[in-house]
């Protein structure tokens, strides 16, 4: 019987298994920032313990670095202890680490891939869940929490039972404006926030091996938004193709005999999966979110259903859609399209690659920013950063009104300066809707970069597709 992609990475790196117990399974690299590792590494500490394979750790601050004057002390106290403690514990166990300082730093599902920490056929954990996002190599990569950051600092390795897999096939062309993030946007809306839940995804059809390996990483960092372990996508020529020639890619006879090893990685015919959804990619229009749940999204020119239409039929599950709609102050039946909004962001780890500033910068090319959008643009690391001015994106972006912010997590969750006002309307490029993610009482509405930078420019919501 053939195997799943990913029970073969799986059965790879399982040093022992434990009779109907948890296998002790070897992680390859664990990435570290500096929200979730100072009780880790304090804990190590108390029990005079060493990191096991410091050069197997990947280090960077993200979640409280400013976006703006990176050069100055950061000013809010608990954010400035926490990125200075992460220097301190990278110091004292021999890590490295991509500070504020470096050219490399920025957020951690960003600078791993661009860095070619992240390769096919890897298992990978970092105590943050979009961890998710390096399954787009072919990989096995997962969030954890902080008592398991410890265990993979002490040992490599991590207790874990071998989850459900689930496929999802989405074949067929993209319509016009129709991104990556729209797919998985798509996805979710069909499979609710919770249909994931117990399963390992693997991505397979046409509509995903067309995208960008960016593109597949903004379909992966949002495979747990399904509930979903983690998601992830068999390697391919696009895939070696980002992979080489990056800092840590292999070179030379190492990077023939990866390749051939990575050219392995794929589902067998015969694979059978626990779970299997197949979608048609022409079905799929530009995405926007309306509720406080990433399931909660509809297609740009759709109403907002009602909570009968998503078919909630308990008195719990009617309930938490109407607490969403007094929460987004929106009504069954309103459409999206022209609904006036204040803030615009388009960063994350979900999108903040440079081919979502080309997006951006293809909509905004020759255009005005709406004076009611506040936008903020912030790349996901200092690559990217020098990229868009490189490429030359800077001065059309910065043309039409807008400013380039310096990398960070931004306004992707309220633990930073860059924070939504209550009850402001926010069109973000980020992950997560949830109440408060963007600071207290912001109102977010998740979509793809394309169809933020359109809603900046009209100053409401609009179709990326009517400004193509
Ligand atoms: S950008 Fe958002 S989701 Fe991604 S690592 Fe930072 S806080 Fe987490």
């Given at each position: 019987m053939g195997k799943t992609l990913f029970d073969k990475i799986y059965d790879k790196h399982i040093v022992s298994s434990i009779p109907d117990g948890p296998d002790v399974f070897y992680i390859d690299v664990q990435y570290i920032h500096e929200v979730t590792s100072p009780q880790a590494f304090e804990g190590l500490r108390q029990r005079g313990i060493k990191v096991a394979r410091p050069k197997q750790v990947c280090a960077t601050a993200d979640h409280n670095v400013p976006t703006e004057n990176q050069h100055l002390p950061i000013q809010n106290d608990l954010s400035r202890h926490q990125v200075s403690t992460l220097v301190q514990n990278c110091e004292e166990f021999g890590i490295d680490l991509y500070g504020l300082e470096h050219p490399f730093q920025g957020i951690v599902h960003v600078v791993g891939p661009e860095l070619g920490v992240t390769k096919p056929g890897m298992t990978m954990v970092c105590g943050d869940s979009h961890t998710s996002t390096h399954g787009a190599f072919g990989a096995i990569a997962f969030g954890v929490g902080t008592s398991e950051v410890e265990m993979v600092l002490a040992t490599q390795c991590l207790m874990q039972h071998r989850p459900k897999r689930m496929r999802i096939t989405v074949e067929g062309d993209l319509q016009k404006g129709v991104t990556a993030k729209d797919i998985v946007l798509y996805v979710i809306s069909k499979t609710t926030a919770a249909g994931g839940t117990?399963?390992?995804?693997?991505?397979?059809?046409?509509?995903?091996?067309?995208?960008?390996?960016?593109?597949?990483?903004?379909?992966?960092?949002?495979?747990?938004?399904?509930?979903?372990?983690?998601?992830?996508?068999?390697?391919?020529?696009?895939?070696?193709?980002y992979v080489k020639g990056r800092e840590f890619a292999p070179k030379g006879a190492d990077w023939d005999k990866a390749v051939s090893e990575w050219k392995e990685l794929y589902t067998d015919e015969d694979a059978t999966f626990d779970k299997e959804f197949n979608f048609d990619a022409s079905d799929i229009e530009p995405m926007i979110t309306y509720g406080t749940n990433p399931g909660m999204g509809i297609g740009i020119t759709q109403k907002i259903p009602s909570a009968a239409d998503i078919g909630a039929t308990t008195v719990k599950e009617i309930e938490s859609f109407d607490k969403a709609m007094e929460y987004m102050d929106f009504k069954p039946g309103q459409a999206m399209l022209g609904k006036q909004i204040d803030y615009v962001f388009v960063g994350s780890c979900t999108?903040?690659?440079i081919e979502d500033f080309r997006e951006v910068a293809e909509i905004v090319k020759g255009k005005q920013k709406a004076d009611n959008v506040t936008a903020w643009l912030v790349p996901g690391s200092k690559q990217v950063e020098k990229q868009i001015f490189d490429e030359g994106l800077a001065e059309i972006i910065e043309a039409a009104g807008f400013k380039i912010r310096q990398p960070g997590c931004s306004a992707c969750l309220a633990m930073n300066d860059d924070k939504v006002p209550t009850g402001a309307y926010c069109v973000s490029t980020s992950n997560r809707n949830f109440e408060g993610r963007q600071g207290p009482g912001a109102r977010t509405m998740l979509a793809s970069p394309s169809t933020a930078a359109a809603?900046?420019?009209?100053?409401?919501?609009a179709n990326p597709a009517d400004l193509i």
């Open positions: 117990g399963y390992f995804v693997e991505f397979a059809g046409s509509a995903f091996s067309s995208l960008t390996m960016e593109g597949r990483m903004t379909v992966c960092n949002m495979s747990i938004e399904m509930g979903a372990r983690g998601g992830l996508i068999a390697p391919d020529e696009t895939t070696f193709e999108n903040a690659r809603t900046a420019i009209v100053g409401k919501i």
